[in-house]
T-cell receptor
Framework: GAVVSQHPSRVICKSGTSVKIECRSLDFQATTMFWYRQFPKKSLMLMATSNEGSKATYEQGVEKDKFLINHASLTLSTLTVTSAHPEDSSFYIC?????????????FGPGTRLTVL | GNSVTQMEGPVTLSEEAFLTINCTYT??????LFWYVQYPGEGLQLLLK?????DKGSNKGFEATYRKETTSFHLEKGSVQVSDSAVYFCALKGLGNEKLTFGTGTRLTIIP
């Protein structure tokens, strides 16, 4: 089946630094990628939706200047957490879809655990 | 807005036991309903889905029936196996092409 990878799986950084998380679709072309975050014992919350070659659409309350999303190719999207702070510590999950904008055919990555000291 | 409430875990069962994980939802109109499973170290995978009232989704021995009258989509399996140990997420998608709304997830552990 379709496989989505994330790198790194775990990252620890100092407050004020930036962290980049990669999401790759390994065996299919992803026209749409989604970024979620999950706090302990909470639901997955959609942060943004990105279509290849265009700007990401952010959910209400998500700071676009803090969470930079780039979807430059059909197999790679990146999420950069800029000037990270401890409250940004979370589990970040990406998913990829083969049909533009469709949420029925999402394939999920294994997630990235970010800890900001 | 849309929301999903699912049974808090963790849930621990013996092999061959009967499983129920409750899920209820709040949504306008008639959403599509999903169960996703996340095995250790892997991404979420779609387990089953139902798109209209009274539909029953099924896969790998798991079943869930879309109950509009009780706004529920409970996950069931008659005889669980150790390999079913995972985190299970209930989710819904509203009309059109809206985003997925997830429950908090239920961690299931099956002991031999």
């Amino acid at each position: 089946g379709a496989v989505v990878s994330q790198h790194p799986s775990r990252v620890i950084c100092k407050s004020g630094t930036s962290v980049k998380i990669e999401c790759r679709s390994l065996d299919f072309q992803a026209t749409t990628m989604f970024w979620y975050r999950q706090f302990p014992k909470k639901s997955l919350m959609l942060m943004a939706t990105s279509n290849e070659g265009s700007k990401a659409t952010y959910e209400q309350g998500v700071e676009k200047d803090k969470f930079l999303i780039n979807h430059a190719s059909l197999t790679l999207s990146t999420l950069t957490v800029t000037s990270a702070h401890p409250e940004d510590s979370s589990f970040y999950i990406c998913s990829a879809s083969t049909i533009a904008g469709s949420t029925d055919t999402q394939y999920f990555g294994p997630g990235t655990r970010l800890t900001v000291l | 807005g849309n929301s999903v409430t699912q049974m808090e875990g963790p849930v621990t069962l013996s092999e061959e036991a009967f499983l129920t994980i409750n899920c209820t939802y709040t949504a306008t109109g008639y959403p599509s309903l999903f169960w996703y499973v996340q095995y250790p170290g892997e991404g979420l995978q779609l387990l089953l889905k139902a798109t209209k009232a009274d539909d029953k989704g099924s896969n790998k021995g798991f079943e869930a029936t879309y109950r509009k009258e009780t706004t529920s989509f409970h996950l069931e399996k008659g005889s669980v196996q150790v390999s079913d140990s995972a985190v299970y997420f209930c989710a819904l998608k509203g009309l059109g092409n809206e985003k997925l709304t997830f429950g908090t997830g239920t961690r299931l552990t099956i002991i031999p």
